[in-house]
């Protein structure tokens, strides 16, 4: 019986068992990868150096990028580093570091995408007092909350979960080192201690959910309650992106932490953790700059200013 002081590195959960698969998948992977970072990249430069997108909207845009760019990049190159080297380690202090990383990026872009409901909701319901309401300096100290909730939750969840004494090996089935997978190594009991931590994510998650959710009901409220079609179309072309983005990262997170235990499996466990690591950063540049006509003239600029140069 092993124990978390004996251990120095976990095995991940590999992606193929052939070696034609394993490259197959490194392929796909890197494909993924090399579009998330181009995308957000992007973003990126469009938002810091054009004068035109500097709205409040922007400006969470610009820290959305930046989470989605760290959360992809905290869990996948070591994937595919794995495939294609055909090895399944990881260190023990690397694990902790991907899961402190990855809890912290994707928690605070939960809270950012909050944020960015309320942004939402200001700007149809409340459009007369938006200047005052979502200021710089607001924009400034909402960004910030966002990202110390996902670092404060970071440091309980990695506290608790590499305090746990893990008896059951060091074998975790999933691609990178999930919470989840790592808790089926601890103790029978040890995982008991999580329960705080858990109690804490879960009012966090359930908080901002129930924001969101109320903040669109006024926002759709409001917009059904326009005379213009064009006035509608304005607002639902300013909203409908962040909805999309919203519903695609809760919906995939839910699908991976609510399912049954007995539906569990290491297949499942994979394809799940894929449409909420991979999915989302890869999306979620074409899913904002779609409806956003300055983004989208920004983007083509730069892009043709990239060929041509």
């Given at each position: 019986?092993?124990?978390?002081?004996?251990i120095?590195?976990?095995?991940?959960?590999?992606?193929?068992?052939?070696?034609?698969?394993?490259?197959?998948?490194f392929?796909?992977?890197?494909?993924?990868?090399?579009?998330?970072?181009?995308?957000?990249?992007l973003?990126?430069?469009?938002?810091a150096?054009?004068?035109?997108?500097?709205?409040?909207?922007?400006?969470?845009?610009?820290?959305?990028?930046?989470?989605?760019?760290g959360?992809?990049?905290?869990t996948l190159?070591?994937?595919?580093?794995?495939?294609?080297w055909?090895?399944?380690?990881?260190?023990?202090?690397?694990?902790?570091?991907?899961?402190f990383?990855?809890?912290?990026l994707?928690?605070?872009e939960?809270?950012?995408?909050?944020?960015?409901?309320?942004?939402?909701?200001?700007?149809?319901?409340?459009p007369?007092?938006?200047?005052?309401?979502?200021?710089?300096?607001a924009?400034?100290?909402?960004?910030?909350?966002?990202?110390?909730?996902?670092?404060?939750?970071?440091?309980?969840?990695?506290?608790?979960?590499?305090?746990?004494?893990?008896?059951?090996?060091?074998?975790?089935?999933?691609?990178?080192?999930?919470?989840?997978?790592?808790?089926?190594l601890?103790?029978?009991?040890?995982?008991?201690?999580?329960?705080?931590?858990?109690?804490?994510?879960?009012?966090?998650?359930?908080?901002?959910?129930?924001?969101?959710?109320?903040?669109?009901?006024?926002?759709?409220?409001?917009?059904?309650?326009?005379?213009s079609?064009?006035?509608?179309?304005?607002?639902?072309?300013?909203?409908?992106?962040?909805?999309?983005?919203?519903s695609?990262?809760?919906?995939?997170?839910?699908?991976?932490?609510?399912?049954?235990?007995?539906?569990?499996?290491?297949?499942?466990?994979l394809?799940?953790?894929?449409?909420?690591?991979?999915?989302?950063?890869?999306?979620?540049?074409?899913?904002?700059?779609?409806?956003?006509q300055?983004?989208?003239?920004?983007?083509?600029?730069?892009?043709?200013?990239?060929?041509?140069?």
């Amino acid at each position: 019986m092993s124990n978390s002081s004996s251990i120095t590195e976990f095995l991940l959960l590999a992606f193929a068992d052939t070696r034609e698969l394993q490259l197959l998948h490194f392929g796909l992977f890197l494909g993924i990868y090399l579009a998330a970072l181009l995308g957000n990249g992007l973003i990126l430069t469009a938002v810091a150096c054009h004068h035109r997108l500097h709205t409040p909207m922007d400006f969470f845009l610009l820290n959305l990028a930046l989470l989605d760019l760290g959360c992809i990049s905290t869990t996948l190159p070591k994937a595919m580093a794995n495939a294609l080297w055909d090895t399944r380690a990881i260190s023990y202090q690397g694990c902790a570091a991907q899961v402190f990383l990855f809890v912290f990026l994707l928690g605070a872009e939960y809270s950012l995408l909050t944020v960015m409901s309320y942004d939402c909701y200001v700007a149809i319901c409340k459009p007369l007092h938006y200047g005052s309401l979502v200021g710089s300096r607001a924009c400034g100290q909402m960004a910030a909350a966002a990202w110390a909730s996902g670092f404060l939750n970071a440091v309980l969840h990695t506290a608790t979960t590499f305090s746990l004494p893990l008896c059951q090996g060091n074998a975790v089935d999933q691609f990178f080192c999930e919470i989840p997978q790592i808790l089926k190594l601890s103790c029978s009991d040890a995982y008991l201690r999580e329960v705080g931590a858990l109690v804490f994510s879960v009012s966090l998650v359930s908080g901002c959910f129930v924001f969101i959710v109320l903040s669109y009901v006024q926002i759709f409220r409001a917009v059904l309650r326009m005379p213009s079609e064009q006035g509608q179309h304005k607002a639902f072309s300013t909203c409908l992106p962040h909805l999309a983005g919203v519903s695609l990262l809760v919906s995939t997170i839910m699908v991976a932490y609510l399912k049954p235990p007995s539906d569990s499996s290491p297949s499942l466990d994979l394809v799940v953790a894929v449409l909420y690591v991979v999915v989302p950063p890869a999306v979620n540049p074409l899913i904002y700059s779609m409806r956003n006509q300055d983004l989208k003239a920004t983007l083509k600029k730069l892009i043709l200013v990239v060929i041509f140069t």
